[in-house]
């Protein structure tokens, strides 16, 4: 088993295709449904299959992201190069953090037009991609 991807329900489709394609993520597809119901399917580019889905219920009204979900971690190659590319679209990415130390990663923060808050994350020279077992021994 794998995950597919993750699934947000957005208040306002095209401010949030907005805010994802600025973070850098391409659409794949659409899918619509009744009563104005709309999927988009998202990743990034170098990404092989979708990684994010925006759910549109205009019915359903307001978002209102609560308490239980917490954060997406994206993991970028440079974050002074992301940061500068999120500051010129416009978006406010938060300031850098050292939450390992100084040889641990470098984070930053942003929040979505919903109130998701998203996690930026540039691992150190050499560390493997994502998290694994090795961190924690």
């Known amino acids: 088993m794998k995950t597919l ?17 600025a973070l850098g993520y391409v659409e794949l597809g659409r899918v619509e449904g009744g009563d104005g119901a709309r999927l988009v399917i998202l990743k990034f580019p170098d990404e092989p299959a979708a990684s994010l889905e925006l759910v ?50 470098t984070t930053s923060w942003l929040t979505d037009p919903d109130g998701y808050r998203i996690e930026l994350v540039q691992w150190p020279s050499g560390h493997p991609d994502g998290i694994t077992a090795a961190d924690f021994s």
Not at 8 to 16: G, K, P, Q
Not at 72 to 83: F, G, H, K, R, Y
């Open 5 to 21: 991807f993750v699934s947000y329900r957005v208040t306002d489709l095209d401010r949030s295709l907005g805010f994802y394609t």
């Open 56 to 105: 549109h219920r205009p019915g359903d009204g307001p978002v209102d992201v609560g308490s239980g979900f917490d954060h997406l971690a994206i993991q970028v190659e440079s974050l002074a190069t992301t940061l500068e590319a999120l500051t010129e679209a416009g978006l406010e990415p938060e300031p850098l953090q050292y939450p390992g130390g100084p040889h641990g990663p």
